[in-house]
Protein backbone atom coordinates (compact mmCIF):
# COMPACT_ATOMS: atom_id res chain seq x y z
CA UNK A 1 0.00 0.00 0.00
CA UNK A 2 1.59 3.61 -1.09
CA UNK A 3 1.81 5.73 1.52
CA UNK A 4 2.38 9.38 1.71
CA UNK A 5 3.03 11.91 4.42
CA UNK A 6 4.08 15.32 4.09
CA UNK A 7 6.37 17.16 6.28
CA UNK A 8 7.73 21.05 7.39
CA UNK A 9 7.13 24.46 8.84
CA UNK A 10 3.17 25.23 9.93
CA UNK A 11 4.16 28.76 10.31
CA UNK A 12 5.83 30.99 7.39
CA UNK A 13 6.47 34.70 7.29
CA UNK A 14 5.16 36.51 4.35
CA UNK A 15 7.56 37.16 1.22
CA UNK A 16 9.39 34.23 2.51
CA UNK A 17 9.60 30.60 0.40
CA UNK A 18 6.97 27.81 1.97
CA UNK A 19 8.79 24.61 1.58
CA UNK A 20 7.38 21.00 2.41
CA UNK A 21 7.98 17.80 1.66
CA UNK A 22 6.71 14.36 1.21
CA UNK A 23 7.92 11.26 1.60
CA UNK A 24 6.45 8.35 -0.34
CA UNK A 25 6.44 4.50 1.13
CA UNK A 26 5.45 1.51 -0.31
CA UNK A 27 6.13 2.35 -3.81
CA UNK A 28 8.65 3.71 -5.65
CA UNK A 29 8.30 7.68 -7.73
CA UNK A 30 10.38 6.38 -10.19
CA UNK A 31 8.55 3.34 -10.96
CA UNK A 32 4.90 3.63 -11.45
CA UNK A 33 4.07 6.18 -14.31
CA UNK A 34 2.48 8.41 -11.85
CA UNK A 35 2.30 12.29 -11.75
CA UNK A 36 3.45 13.17 -8.21
CA UNK A 37 0.88 15.97 -7.55
CA UNK A 38 0.75 19.29 -4.80
CA UNK A 39 -2.95 20.23 -3.86
CA UNK A 40 -4.05 22.98 -1.86
CA UNK A 41 -7.05 24.11 0.25
CA UNK A 42 -6.96 27.26 1.12
CA UNK A 43 -10.13 27.79 4.08
CA UNK A 44 -13.41 27.70 2.70
CA UNK A 45 -12.12 27.07 -0.63
CA UNK A 46 -11.66 24.27 -2.69
CA UNK A 47 -9.11 22.62 -4.12
CA UNK A 48 -6.61 24.00 -6.41
CA UNK A 49 -3.98 21.82 -8.21
CA UNK A 50 -0.34 23.33 -7.78
CA UNK A 51 1.95 21.01 -9.95
CA UNK A 52 3.09 17.94 -10.25
CA UNK A 53 6.38 15.34 -11.04
CA UNK A 54 6.17 12.72 -13.53
CA UNK A 55 7.81 9.57 -12.15
CA UNK A 56 10.02 10.27 -15.24
CA UNK A 57 11.35 13.42 -13.34
CA UNK A 58 9.50 15.84 -16.17
CA UNK A 59 7.60 18.77 -13.65
CA UNK A 60 4.46 20.81 -14.47
CA UNK A 61 2.95 24.03 -13.18
CA UNK A 62 -0.56 25.46 -12.64
CA UNK A 63 0.04 28.49 -15.00
CA UNK A 64 -1.36 30.84 -11.89
CA UNK A 65 1.38 29.79 -9.36
CA UNK A 66 4.08 28.80 -12.06
CA UNK A 67 6.10 31.62 -11.52
CA UNK A 68 6.29 30.91 -7.57
CA UNK A 69 6.24 27.08 -7.73
CA UNK A 70 8.92 24.79 -8.25
CA UNK A 71 8.93 20.86 -7.50
CA UNK A 72 12.06 18.50 -7.33
CA UNK A 73 12.79 15.41 -6.22
CA UNK A 74 14.87 13.01 -4.13
CA UNK A 75 14.95 9.61 -5.73
CA UNK A 76 17.43 8.06 -2.84
CA UNK A 77 14.96 9.40 0.13
CA UNK A 78 11.56 8.33 -2.49
CA UNK A 79 10.42 12.21 -1.80
CA UNK A 80 9.51 14.99 -3.91
CA UNK A 81 9.80 18.48 -2.61
CA UNK A 82 7.52 21.68 -2.86
CA UNK A 83 9.07 25.20 -2.26
CA UNK A 84 6.56 28.51 -2.99
CA UNK A 85 8.46 31.34 -3.01
CA UNK A 86 7.19 35.29 -1.53
CA UNK A 87 4.43 33.81 -0.27
CA UNK A 88 1.03 35.96 1.44
CA UNK A 89 -1.28 35.38 3.62
CA UNK A 90 -3.44 33.71 0.65
CA UNK A 91 -1.36 30.75 0.35
CA UNK A 92 -2.48 29.74 3.81
CA UNK A 93 -3.80 26.65 2.90
CA UNK A 94 -3.87 22.81 4.26
CA UNK A 95 -1.26 21.23 1.66
CA UNK A 96 -1.21 18.02 0.36
CA UNK A 97 1.03 15.79 -1.92
CA UNK A 98 -0.69 12.92 -3.81
CA UNK A 99 -0.68 11.01 -7.30
CA UNK A 100 -4.30 11.27 -7.22
CA UNK A 101 -5.01 9.39 -10.28
CA UNK A 102 -4.24 6.21 -8.40
CA UNK A 103 -6.15 7.67 -5.60
CA UNK A 104 -3.05 7.77 -3.33
CA UNK A 105 -2.94 11.01 -0.82
CA UNK A 106 -1.11 12.18 2.06
CA UNK A 107 -3.05 13.46 5.30
CA UNK A 108 -2.40 16.92 4.35
CA UNK A 109 -0.74 19.53 6.67
CA UNK A 110 -1.64 22.87 7.42
CA UNK A 111 0.47 26.17 6.28
CA UNK A 112 -0.23 29.72 7.74
CA UNK A 113 1.21 32.65 5.96
CA UNK A 114 1.89 35.12 9.06
CA UNK A 115 3.95 37.57 10.62
Known amino acids: QVQLQESGPGLVSPSQTLSLTCTVS??????????WSWIRQPPGKGLEWMGA???????IYSPSLKSRTSISRDTSKNQFTLQLSSVTPEDTAVYYCAAASAGYWGQGTQVTVSS
Open 26 to 35: GGSITTNRYY
Open 53 to 59: IHSSGNT
